[in-house]
């Protein structure tokens, strides 16, 4: 690999950090989903081809999905079948951050 694009895909990594931290933030803020989601979109064809590739697909439908599930446990609330879906979609949050983000540590895709 010449020195260029080592230097692209070593900014593409720490980037992906960047975004799984943002996202594990987002448990405690939600607006930081929201600029990791952007990043995501923004950055996701200069990993094309690349091993991080996975690991933006990943965040991308990490996103996607819990706003689906959290939506649904919004709708269903109050016959109480909300609060079991929304545990289950945090803990399914929780665990594909921390899988992707243990995953970008040890120079692996993901598995989409």
Known sequence: MEPAADDKL???????HVTYALYALSLFSGITAIVAIVLDY??????????????FTCQIRTFWWSLVWGVLGALTFFILVGWVVWGVAFVWFVYRIAKGWLNLNDGKPMIV
């Open 42 to 55: 923004i950055k996701k064809d200069d990993a094309r081809g690349t091993w991080l590739e996975s690991h």
């Open 10 to 16: 070593a900014s593409l990594k720490t980037l992906t």
